[in-house]
């Protein structure tokens, strides 16, 4: 089967393209970084199928991060069959850079210009002949989010993939050129192959190349010392990135026609550029994303939208005396659209497992062991984690709209100034909100940091940022605490925590940056992409993707983790049925009790204080399992209890049996928001750092979970239920100012050493 890889500068539409031309669900976002490693699909439509190769989204060919090293050693070593280059219409010039590069490399190469419908939009034009001639390989004008000219641009790949081509060079400086040469000689001499490329690295000095090939450095050396450019002295690899940059401009600079109202556009001020007046204000704009964040908190998880109450709840049916009562509203007032889902969801599952729970009672008895493993065990620890589906797809539709249209990619650029003056890049940034999705990808997407030290310090702050995994932890925990001690907020609450996950990766990235992890934050460069709708076919494709990993975690994972949990439960160190204070899990639960005494959900609590231990060590294997966990032992605890939502009443019974205090159960939150993330992540985690450095990664994440969760107890304790609505975003507020100060004490030394200096 023919290979056809994409390669092309980052949020250029190439994922975009592999999704249309594959049918993939890659993951489709508005920013640079989004595909991290190689994916491929296969393309159906020719007279043979092709597998299609998406690679990281990169803007040249250098080692500088593990991506670029990825998509570089998979056109040199994998050999695909053709190489479409996408380059983005609206930046041609920036975009061909890479071009030259991948021109040099002894593969067939097609060149696809993307987003021809904006350019054509704003009544310029392109003429791709006088393109294709300069370049020496087919161009095609397409559009891949409007599927225009797909078909033409494979058969045109599959024509070119039948032919060899040999990489040709665009440099133009006649030294170069005969160094250049002299080194293809050698290689072809050493029978490497794509000598061109490989020589035109070395002269670089090329790392990579160094290393290989030693030998020849010297030939490289005794030139440079005979190379004095006027403006770069004699660092090779900066003239010839001059040499590409003046060849574009040189001769691709009128490959598109400008009509007079672009001309126009150049001197007037844009509607985007007004819109990143107000988003990306130095002032307004992070104050801007929080406002918005809120309202993305309020919509997922609130039970009174305040501001749509008086308006509809006349309106929303009751469902009185059904199971769908209180669907749509509560006395607190209308529900958002996240609660309504989960208690749609909720509700139905609640009725599935009271059918099951009479039917198997009809037929085998009251109180038969196989009736409790189904309906309290499996059922009941599926359902729990299922029930917050809903809202998960529902936030996680605000962030894909927020990436989707550009929005995330000012964020980042806002967070850069922020993030600069604790030691990170705003790239670091962009992992670092992937992680409120999932951490494994997240961690993935650190190799496009090009500082180890940045690197390490980014991965380990990446699971403070909650995945929604440890939704359903926020939901249910908060929600018990709403039910249990009287506050109305849980969105509040939800918010707050996720606001004290950032913070204390602030915190811990300060610390890092200034001790174990020095070094200075790598430039970021980053093109700001035009806003835009979202596309309603990539957002459901991000949404699918989630929901089908979220299933599959449940029916695997979890599903064999409730089964173990409800053995544990239910079976002493006989191996016989017993009551659960007196099972294996008990005894286990108990031993490990104390060490959360601390954080407030340890040896001070009553005879079932035990399970916030268990659940906390089970959720080290999937964040899921804390929720699915008390789901099974809430059964043990008491029987069907009543009132209010299925995964929320499971944290009402273990808040009202335990004897835990409020603050204990915001600190447990901040525990499993901080400690260990799941087997999957520290898998990940381990992959991608160096050897050595994972065992302290462990150890950074146990520290950091109880000093945080700790400082939480504490901090919360000194206010009374009264209080709660303003003292867990105080404690957001005095970590912010904690951090300002070290920031400023640091600011202050270094304005006094420079004065003795």
């Known amino acids: 089967m023919k290979r056809f890889a994409l390669a092309g500068n980052p949020n250029c539409g190439k994922t975009t393209l592999f999704n249309n031309l594959t049918g993939s669900t890659a993951h489709v976002g508005n920013w640079p970084g989004v595909t991290v490693e190689k994916k491929d699909g296969v393309y159906k439509k020719l007279s043979e199928p092709i597998k299609i190769i998406d690679l990281p989204g990169i803007y040249s060919l250098s080692p500088y991060t593990s991506e670029e090293v990825i998509s570089r050693n998979y056109i040199l070593d994998e050999k695909p069959d053709c190489v479409i280059n996408i380059v983005d219409a609206t930046n041609l010039e920036r975009n061909l850079y890479l071009t030259t590069q991948l021109l040099e490399i002894d593969v067939p190469v097609v060149v696809a210009v993307n987003m021809m419908d904006v350019l054509e939009k704003n009544g310029d034009s392109l003429d791709e002949k006088v393109l294709e001639k300069k370049l020496g390989v087919p161009v095609v004008k397409i ?67 160094a290393k290989m090939h030693e030998e020849l450095l010297p030939m490289v050396e005794e030139f440079k010392q005979t190379l004095h450019d006027e403006t770069f002295g004699n660092d090779i690899e900066a003239i010839i990135a001059d ?88 006395d607190g007032g209308i529900n958002s659209p996240g609660v309504i889902l989960f208690n749609f969801f909720d509700m139905s599952f609640s009725a599935i497992i009271d059918v099951v729970s009479g039917a198997m009672a009809s037929g085998l008895g009251e109180g038969h062991w196989l009736t409790g493993f189904l309906c309290d065990g499996v059922l009941s620890g599926l359902f729990a984690i299922l029930g917050f589906l809903p809202q998960i797809l529902v936030l996680f539709l605000f ?61 380990r702050v990446i699971p403070f940022f909650s995945c929604g995994a440890k939704l359903p932890i926020l939901v249910a925990i908060a929600g018990g605490v709403c039910e249990v001690f009287g506050f109305s907020s849980v969105d509040l609450i939800t918010y707050s925590m996720y606001v004290v996950g950032v913070v204390t990766a602030i915190i811990a990235v300060l610390i890092m940056r200034h001790s174990t992890q020095r070094g200075e934050a790598a430039p970021f460069i980053m093109e700001l992409p035009q806003y835009h709708w979202p596309q309603f076919r990539a957002l459901m494709i991000h949404l699918w993707d989630k929901a089908k990993h979220f299933v599959k975690k449940a029916f695997t994972i979890i599903l064999a983790s409730t089964i173990i949990i409800w053995f544990l439960s239910n079976f002493g160190w006989d191996w016989q049925m017993c009551e659960m204070e007196n099972s294996i899990l008990a005894s286990i639960g108990k031993f490990i009790q104390p060490l959360f005494t601390p954080l407030g959900f ?58 835990i205090s409020w603050p204990g159960a915001i600190a447990f939150i901040a525990f499993n928001m901080l400690t260990i993330p799941c087997f999957a992540a520290c898998a990940t985690a381990r992959g991608e750092l160096q050897k050595g450095t994972f065992k302290w990664t462990l150890l950074f994440w146990i520290v950091a979970s109880f000093i945080g969760a700790s400082f939480v107890y504490c901090f919360l304790s000194m206010f009374s239920v009264d209080t709660l609505a303003w003292a867990i975003p105080c404690t957001a507020v005095f970590i912010a100012l904690g951090v300002l100060t070290v920031f400023y004490l640091r600011h202050y030394e270094r304005k006094q050493d420079a004065k003795v200096a």
């Not at 988003?279 to 307004?284: E, F, I, P, R």
């Not at 494994?440 to 650190?446: E, L, Q, S």
């Not at 906390?616 to 009543?642: D, H, Q, R, Y």
Request: contains cysteine; negative net charge; aromatic residues 12%.
């Open 143 to 209: 559009s891949a989010l409007e599927e225009a000219n797909l078909k033409e641009l494979m058969e045109r790949t599959f024509e070119a993939s039948e032919k060899k081509r040999e990489g040709v060079s665009i440099l133009e400086n006649k030294d170069l050129k005969h160094l250049v040469g002299d080194v293809k000689i050698a290689f072809k001499g050493k029978k490497v192959e794509n000598p061109l490329f490989h020589a035109i690295k070395l002269v670089e000095n090329d790392e990579i190349e």
């Open 243 to 330: 040499e590409r940059y003046n060849y574009i401009s040189k001769n691709f600079s009128k490959v598109i026609v400008h009509s007079e109202l672009t001309e126009e556009k150049k001197v007037k001020e844009t509607k985007s550029d007004r819109i990143d007046k107000v988003l990306t204000h130095k002032v307004w704009g992070l104050l801007i994303f929080a406002v918005i964040l809120f309202f993305v908190f309020h919509l997922t998880f609130s039970e009174n939208l305040f501001f749509l109450g008086g308006l509809f709840k006349d309106a929303a049916p009751s469902f009185e005396g059904s199971i769908y009562e209180g669907l749509f509203w509560t």
């Open 399 to 459: 962030f894909s709209i927020m990436e989707d249209t550009g929005y995330m990619a000012r964020v980042a650029f806002i967070l850069d100034r922020i993030f600069r003056k604790f030691g990170l890049s705003g790239r670091a940034f962009i992992p670092m909100i992937m992680g409120f999705g999932c951490s494994v990808p997240a961690m993935i997407n650190t190799r496009t940091l090009a500082d180890e030290h940045e690197k390490v310090a980014t991965i």
């Open 602 to 659: 340890g040896s001070q609590l009553s005879t079932f204080g035990w399970v916030f231990a268990v659940a906390a060590i089970t959720g080290l294997i999937a964040k899921e399992n804390v929720i699915a966990t008390f789901s099974v032992l809430a059964a043990a605890i008491v029987a069907g209890f009543e009132g209010t939502e299925e995964g929320v009443a499971e944290a009402v019974v273990m808040i009202t049996n335990t004897g």
